[in-house]
């Protein structure tokens, strides 16, 4: 992992460099169909009933486009902004969550004597360098084999542990191998505190 050894200064050394553990392609590619498929539960009917100019199917459903109820007499704009609308808005997401997916598995993290270190590329390439003495505690979640070490700078009061829950990690060793001996070997290098969530 020559990236990690291009970013060290002068007299400082690797103690661990890691990826997290890639999710299986047996589970993207069944996460990528299921956007698929409920994407095209709601695209293929819409798109039949402007090919064909059928709309009776839509009389026992119920199915609404920007709150009107589809019936046989709606028009074929409504239907025509119905499908345009879901593909414009359906596609980035799907694209977006499928490729944020597959690049948090290929970030690279590094522990070395001076600083930790994560390199991440989507959606561009970011450098995080974090100084430990100003991020002094560690945090752990997950399990012992595979599982997430998180960095903050002080104690969270009861609003930043609710905050927490709707909050995006930036800084965190995700889903990697043997995350405990990991939070051990920084709280051993830095003197930090550990905690488990």
């Known amino acids: 992992m020559n990236e990690i050894q ?10 661990w460099e890691g990826r997290p553990k890639r999710l299986p392609r047996k589970l993207l590619l069944g996460l990528a169909a299921l956007l698929s498929i409920s994407g095209i539960a709601f695209v293929w009917p819409v798109a039949y009933a402007l090919h064909t100019g059928d709309m009776s199917h839509f009389e026992n459903a119920s199915f609404e486009i920007n709150g009107e109820q589809i019936t046989a007499d709606t028009d074929e704009s409504v239907l025509r902004s119905g499908l345009w609308i879901s593909v414009l808005v359906l596609a980035p997401y799907t694209v977006f969550g499928i490729g944020w997916v597959y690049m948090k598995s290929r970030e690279l993290y590094a522990v070395t004597s001076e600083r930790l270190i994560v390199v991440s590329r989507f959606p561009w390439r970011r450098l995080a360098f974090i100084n430990p003495s100003l991020m002094p505690i560690v945090e752990l979640s997950g399990g012992k084999e595979i599982g997430s070490l998180s960095f903050r700078g002080a104690e969270a009061n009861l609003l930043d542990k609710l905050l927490a829950l709707y909050r995006i990690r930036l800084v965190e060793f995700t889903n990697i191998h043997r995350p405990g001996e990991i939070q051990n070997l920084i709280a051993k290098t830095f003197n930090h505190s550990t905690q488990r969530s």
């Open 6 to 15: 291009d970013l060290l200064m002068d007299g400082e050394e690797v103690l």
